[in-house]
């Protein structure tokens, strides 16, 4: 790893402003704002706002094949994209039991984040390095870490956000 990786705290590198899920939130919205803010993660808290689980397009989608059997890649990608005009996608294929979509809409308005999201999530302090954190990264498999101070998350720090101190 370089120098300056050693040298540059999680605090530097982390983006400040979270987008965060409450747990009882439905897939549906959940997808939306992963959506709509660009990203693949939400952090999830409870009604006391305390981190209590990630969940990420990886978790929706996996929920949606488990909901409707087999499910290609592609069909999966077909759900994201036709969910582009919630209303109009949900209703349309709401209408016709026959359509395989209707089994993807009865989940994302059903199923809540807090059945499918990753518990108990790693978390970083803001004063690691980012060394550290790309290592407990790769070695967890995860693309995110939120980050916390005295049990209260200040940030979350990416993939994307220690890639871009390289440069």
Request: with cysteine; charged share 25%.
């Amino acid at each position: 790893m370089s120098t300056r990786i050693r040298d540059v705290t999680v605090r530097q590198s982390m983006t400040h402003r979270v987008h965060t899920i409450d747990r009882e939130a439905t897939l549906l919205t959940a997808m939306t704002l992963l959506r709509h803010h660009h990203i693949s993660g939400l952090p999830v808290i409870d009604r006391n706002h305390r981190l209590v689980g990630i969940v990420s397009e990886k978790d929706i989608a996996r929920s949606l094949s488990e909901a409707g059997g087999s499910l290609s890649p592609d069909g999966l990608l077909e759900v994201f994209i036709h969910s582009e005009s919630n209303d109009t996608f949900l209703l349309s294929a709401a209408d016709d039991q026959t359509n395989p979509m209707h089994i993807f809409n009865e989940c994302l308005r059903s199923v809540r984040v807090k059945e499918v999201m990753s518990q108990d999530p790693v978390v970083i302090s803001p004063d690691a390095t980012l060394d550290v954190a790309a290592r407990i990264m790769n070695e967890r498999g995860i693309n995110r870490l939120p980050v916390v101070e005295h049990g209260r998350m200040v940030g979350i720090l990416t993939r994307h956000d220690v890639l871009a101190a390289w440069v």
